[in-house]
């Protein structure tokens, strides 16, 4: 049972738009979400995060939005860069825990000049 | 600058023989985790180690091993190499200090292993 859940595989957006990544998930115990960016051939790196007791957080281009009654969140990119083209897993982390992620399968955005 | 480095780029090994993948943490973090990234799967953590020679079980233990003996080493070990093994393999560590409730962590780059 997949408990983080990115239903989109892929998305292409045009340079300078908005890029919207979705992500759900179904275990009500996480209380802690992450975005994370990878480059092919690369690891994972962090880029943004949000607690549940929050709806909205920024950083730069990057916008991550919770709704918790929903299970849902997304990651907002505006204005998107061609350099923003990555795979971004959404992770979550349980209550109690700082270590234990669970990954989505993740969006691979392309942006297109 | 934490840097993550994995032995091995990429690995072909063929079924039934043991592999090592070596991971080393140069920021003394005390935690170090093993996943591995399958296409449509995500990232799935095999094993976790909290300190040296301390180990948890992940959520895909079963074929694989690990091994803590020094602070910033943590390896991998599939005992006899199957074909379902086939993966990109992923080390992190990251500290026990720092911002509660998320402890950064920061990956290597990534082992391809094939298993033949």
């Known amino acids: 049972d997949q408990q983080v859940k990115q239903n989109s595989p892929s998305l292409s957006v045009q340079e300078g738009r908005i890029s919207i990544l979705n992500c759900d998930y179904t275990n009500s115990m996480f209380d802690y979400f992450l975005w994370y960016k990878k480059y092919p051939a690369e690891g994972p790196t962090f880029l943004i995060s949000?607690?549940?007791?929050?709806d909205k957080n920024e950083d730069g281009r990057f916008t991550v939005f919770l709704n918790k009654s929903a299970k849902h969140l997304s990651l907002h990119i505006v204005p998107s860069q061609p350099g923003d083209s990555a795979v971004y897993f959404c992770a979550a982390i349980p209550a109690g825990s700082n270590y234990k992620l669970t990954f989505g399968k993740g969006t691979l955005l392309t942006v297109n000049p | 600058d934490v840097k993550v480095t994995q032995s091995s780029r990429y690995l072909v090994k063929r079924t039934g023989e043991k592999v090592f993948l070596e991971c080393v943490q140069d920021?003394?973090?005390?935690?170090m985790f093993w996943y591995r990234q399958d296409p449509g799967l995500g990232l799935r953590l095999i094993y976790f180690s909290y300190d040296v020679k301390m180990k948890e079980k992940g959520d895909i233990p079963e074929g694989y091993s690990v091994s803590r003996e020094k602070k910033e080493r943590f390896s991998l070990i599939l005992e006899s190499a199957s074909t379902n093994q086939t993966s990109m393999y992923l080390c992190a560590s990251s500290s026990i200090e720092g911002p509660f409730p998320y402890n950064e962590q920061f990956f290597g780059p990534g082992t391809r292993l094939t298993v033949l």
């Open positions: 920021m003394d973090h005390e935690n």
């Open positions: 949000i607690s549940s007791i929050k």
